[in-house]
């Protein structure tokens, strides 16, 4: 406009320069500032600002309480959770089902209740279960019942309520001692329960009425453990050889009927008579109940786990439970199908993991709000080789848990989600792109995670992957619009400007247009609600820009109506999008909407289905319905 206006003046009617020309050209300056304005899309961090703070908001709503504003987008992104599986996928409401005791197997739905088991070794099993314990069943000063404790340790406690708050397993309130007419029962050394050890282990020494001493070692934890260091059973009183083949027996027999059980052992020994003695000492146990405790899954995870994977959400356990319960749940609650049921690869114990993968733990420890975690190293070709099978972590400890997410995040590129309750999950929940923290769990979990769970439970994950992928969505929205009317807005000024001497449109009426598209159009387009077919695409991933066909199609006949200026060679967007998909060989087949390139059956519209035109770097999950192989 302004050489235009130079060549007309000074060239062709031959005027001579003039002071007053001066307003003219700053009039030019000014339509070609506001032009700028205009192509610019300044409104998009208020559009992204306003999205985000909605999303959160109603992400509350939810139960999702959203500490980190930006995890509320890169949720919308993920493509791995690694869940807990004890308050996260179950319910934690335990009751004890099932136990094998006094030589046999005893069944609730047998038996009726178990009050009405009467057995010599009762009072001892009552007694190793009331003094070695950290729960407490008390009476408020308003007369009602509390339960404070680990719920395990309170699934123990409540078989003591069923035998009638027997007087002579009465505990005080700090579960520390026992009093009974016969004798005083105080507790003198106290190991806790640890993912190294999985026992607890109490040191109680005995008074007795007439004036001696003993000591005896209660000890509890995972079921194959507390067998390996048994080496006799009280049956009816009296204590009896364990054979060599009845430890696995008595785990068989426990899991027969009901393999999602979770197994505890129960045992004992006596150590001396007062005093030299120290909870350590934990071998040559007589071996008193194996304990089977039912936690059922919650009513909603099946559905949000068939939700997550039809997302292309991959969801793998991590849990401290033994394979079998861990399989048993698993199954049942869709993370393993039947294929992997039958392939050795898809349970594993984390210690055998961790062998496979090469890990070899360096001596260099991080310190994450008081958790220890030791770094450790993997081969990244055996990791990748043994996780993409890998459905279930069992007895997987916060190092294990560490070391995976770890690598996860240096060798592939998903993107990761993480839950979390006790203290040692931190680490882990600080290194995943997003760590999700129980309501009930430790602050210092809380303080670690990006998202609280506020009704622990894993439906909520995929609620929080909705309204991540909702805010992506909103943007795009946005961008849509804000790129059409700049497009226009441009046309129509530079076009005039170039026809005549000035443009169609003032710089008050350019910017008031402006104005009104950045703010009312980011209140209206970026507070939209999420739409649930949007867990129908496949996630948006790290490295890609995802636009939808008719969004392309639409910006390319505008394109070309407008005979939009572009260099020789060049090609529109969609154009670039069908030769992308015509020529990269790590695109899918025609069957199927993912980048794996594999051959099941199409779950999507064509109408909703995204490409993208910024990578060919597929993520190391697979969306579709089979599984990797």
């Not at 939810?62 to 179950?90: F, W």
């Not at 430890?247 to 999602?260: C, F, G, T, V």
């Not at 393993?336 to 050795?344: C, F, K, R």
């Amino acid at each position: 406009m302004g050489i235009k206006f130079s060549i007309d003046t000074f060239v062709v009617q031959g005027q001579p320069w003039s002071v007053d020309f001066l307003e003219t050209y700053l009039e030019f300056f000014i339509t070609g500032v506001t032009i700028l304005v205009v192509a610019i899309p300044e409104g998009l961090p208020l559009a992204v600002t306003i999205s985000l703070a909605y999303s959160v908001t109603k992400m509350l709503e939810d139960k999702n309480l959203v500490r980190h504003l930006s995890a509320a987008e890169t949720m919308g992104t993920a493509t791995v959770i690694c869940t807990d599986k004890t308050g996260t996928l179950t319910q934690n409401v335990m009751t004890v089902q099932k136990m094998w005791f006094d030589g046999g197997l005893v069944n609730r739905e047998a038996l009726g209740a178990f009050q009405k088991l009467v057995s010599p070794s009762k009072l001892v099993l009552a007694q190793a279960i009331a003094l070695n314990s950290t729960a407490k069943i008390y009476t408020d000063t308003d007369g009602n019942v509390q339960k404070s404790g680990n719920k395990t340790e309170l699934a123990l406690l409540g078989l003591l309520e069923e035998w009638e708050h027997d007087n002579r397993v009465s505990m005080s309130e700090d579960c520390k001692r026992l009093e009974t007419d016969e004798y005083r029962a105080v507790v003198v050394e106290q190991r806790p329960f640890t993912s190294e050890t999985k026992r607890m282990t109490s040191l109680v020494e005995y008074t007795y009425r007439d004036g001696s001493k003993e000591e005896r070692l209660y000890t509890k934890g995972a079921a194959e453990v507390i067998l390996r260091q048994c080496s006799r059973v009280l049956v009816s009183g009296r204590e009896e050889q364990l054979a060599a083949g009845q430890r696995q027996a008595i785990l068989d027999d426990m899991h027969n009927d009901n393999r999602s059980l979770r197994l505890l052992a129960v045992a004992y020994k006596t150590v001396g008579g007062g005093g030299g003695s120290n909870a350590a000492d934990d071998s040559d146990l007589v071996l008193l109940a194996v304990l089977g405790i039912a936690d059922p899954l919650r009513p909603e995870v099946t559905d949000a786990i068939r939700k997550a994977s039809h997302a292309g959400i991959s969801v793998r356990m991590f849990t401290g439970d033994n394979p079998v319960t861990a399989a048993s749940i698993a199954a049942e609650c869709g993370i393993m199908d039947a294929a992997d049921a039958s392939n050795p690869r898809a349970v594993v114990e984390g210690s055998e993991f961790m062998r496979r993968i090469g890990a070899s733990h360096t001596q260099t420890r991080t310190q994450t709000n008081g958790a220890d975690v030791a770094a450790a190293a993997v081969d990244r070709d055996k990791f990748l080789d043994n996780w993409k099978e890998l459905r279930v972590l069992a007895r997987c400890s916060p190092t294990d848990k560490y070391t995976v997410v770890e690598s996860l995040r240096r060798y592939t590129d998903d993107i990761i989600a993480v839950t979390g309750d006790g203290t040692n999950d931190a680490p882990a929940l600080r290194k995943a792109n997003v760590g999700f923290a129980m309501n009930d769990g430790t602050q210092i979990a809380k303080e670690a995670a990006d998202i609280i769970l506020v009704d622990n439970n894993f439906a909520s994950t995929i609620s929080a992957a909705l309204w991540g992928r909702n805010v992506y969505s909103n943007i795009s929205k946005f961008l849509q619009f804000q790129l059409t009317v700049n497009l226009v807005a441009l046309v129509t000024a530079a076009g005039g400007a170039i026809a005549s001497t000035e443009s169609p449109l003032t710089t008050v009426q350019m910017l008031w247009v402006n104005l009104i598209m950045d703010s009312l159009a980011s209140l209206a387009l970026a507070t939209g609600r999420p739409d649930p077919s949007l867990l129908d695409q496949r996630p948006y991933g790290r490295w890609g820009v995802e636009l939808d066909r008719r969004a392309l199609a639409r910006l390319d006949s505008l394109t070309r109506a407008t005979r939009f200026a572009r260099s020789p060679g060049s090609t529109t967007l969609s154009t670039r999008a069908a030769r992308c998909r015509s020529t990269s060989s790590a695109r899918p087949s025609t069957s199927c909407p993912c980048w794996h390139g594999c051959s099941a059956p199409r779950r999507i519209s064509s109408a909703s289905r995204t490409i993208s035109l910024a990578t060919d770097r597929p993520s190391t999950t697979r969306w579709c319905s089979t599984r990797s192989s």
